[in-house]
């Protein structure tokens, strides 16, 4: 998988807004490694411990969705309880959703069911002590 992370383009004009995919179906892979996603993981685990802590977990993994063959790489985000209710309780559909902006990975938040599929996979590259 060379073609991850993806190399920011120059954009000229106003920034864009990230492309929302909703699939139906997620299928987690594995673990996204190499050297350049070590120094991603390395940079993303210190961003994650800054005040206020709402990550619990984050995963670098490489996913299949809808009937797209090709693998995406995603980085995967489990918020903490108390977060996770209260998007629960307005915007449940935010969780599965792929947020795609084309400079760097794509993210997604992931929410219980999830991160027990992607734990059969994939290793958490942080965990909130």
Known sequence: MDNFPRTPKPIAGPPRLAEIITPSEVKFIGQQIGSAEDEFKLKMSHFFQVDPKIIK?????????????????????????????????????????????????????????????????????????
């Open 57 to 129: 977990r984050a995963y670098l993994v490489r996913l299949s969705y809808g009937e797209s063959p090709a693998p995406s790489v995603v980085l995967c985000i489990r918020l903490l309880d108390e977060f996770e209710h209260e998007l629960h309780r307005g915007s449940r559909h935010i969780f599965g959703e792929i947020h795609r902006r084309g400079d760097s990975y794509d993210h997604m938040l992931i929410d219980e069911d999830q991160e027990q599929e992607l734990k059969k996979v994939c290793k958490p590259f942080y965990e909130l002590a």
